[in-house]
């Protein structure tokens, strides 16, 4: 599900940019930062990297199970999905030649969410498919302690970049379960 709800984001994310500043080609992809071994991820300049920095639970769910009526009048146990907040990184990974041009799609990626109001549905997001009811990006804001120990954590040096949280992502697998008959009274 994570998958499905960053790849979605990056393909509106990618046509907002090029209808904006007419190009052709993607300036957003999906990757890392640095490689496990500490060299870096990315193999092409001059792109806007989104990152997953942090996944962390959405308490503000219930986590309780239920029960649905089916349609042959029968109970099903359901359990709810869980669901995570995800903080998506967008780092501006442009050589110094191009560092305002970095800025600029920094900047475009704000605005994207300003444009959406933060907000994602199957309705204006096709590509969420019925997996989400919908989604929200909030902007995020650090200080520069945690700002520095956030670059520290990854390992690289500051880029330019901004980060968002992005919530709630469900999280679940329905597998077969057991029917539990009506009981009428009689």
Same mark, same amino acid.
Request: proline fraction near 5%; avoid cysteine.
């Given at each position: 599900?994570?998958?499905?709800?960053?790849?979605?984001?990056?393909? =509106?994310?990618?046509?907002? +940019?090029?209808?904006?500043?007419?190009?052709? =080609?993607?300036?957003?992809?999906?990757?890392?930062?640095?490689?496990?071994?500490?060299?870096?991820?990315?193999?092409?300049?001059?792109?806007?990297?989104?990152?997953?920095?942090?996944?962390?639970?959405?308490?503000?769910?219930? @986590?309780?199970?239920?029960?649905?009526?089916?349609?042959?009048?029968?109970?099903?146990?359901?359990?709810?999905?869980?669901?995570?907040?995800?903080?998506?990184?967008?780092?501006?990974?442009?050589?110094?030649?191009?560092?305002?041009?970095?800025?600029? &799609?920094?900047?475009?990626?704000?605005?994207?969410?300003?444009?959406? @109001?933060?907000? &994602?549905?199957?309705?204006?997001?096709?590509? +969420?498919?019925?997996?989400?009811?919908?989604?929200?990006?909030?902007?995020? @804001?650090?200080?520069?302690?945690?700002?520095?120990?956030?670059?520290?954590?990854?390992?690289?040096?500051?880029?330019?970049?901004?980060?968002?949280?992005?919530?709630?992502?469900?999280?679940?697998?329905?597998?077969?379960?057991?029917?539990?008959?009506?009981?009428?009274?009689?």
């Amino acid at each position: 599900m994570i998958h499905e709800a960053m790849t979605s984001i990056a393909g =509106e994310l990618n046509r907002f +940019l090029q209808s904006k500043h007419n190009i052709n =080609e993607e300036k957003v992809i999906l990757s890392n930062v640095l490689n496990v071994d500490g060299s870096i991820a990315i193999q092409e300049t001059d792109k806007i990297v989104m990152s997953v920095a942090n996944i962390e639970t959405d308490k503000s769910q219930s @986590s309780t199970s239920s029960y649905k009526q089916n349609t042959k009048g029968n109970f099903t146990k359901v359990k709810p999905s869980v669901n995570v907040n995800i903080t998506v990184m967008f780092s501006a990974y442009f050589t110094p030649e191009n560092y305002v041009e970095g800025l600029k &799609f920094i900047s475009s990626v704000v605005a994207f969410f300003q444009f959406k @109001s933060g907000t &994602f549905t199957p309705q204006d997001t096709p590509a +969420l498919i019925d997996n989400f009811e919908r989604l929200t990006m909030e902007l995020m @804001s650090l200080d520069f302690r945690d700002l520095s120990n956030f670059w520290s954590m990854i390992g690289s040096k500051y880029m330019p970049s901004v980060l968002y949280r992005l919530k709630p992502v469900p999280i679940r697998h329905d597998a077969p379960t057991t029917d539990i008959p009506f009981i009428k009274k009689i």
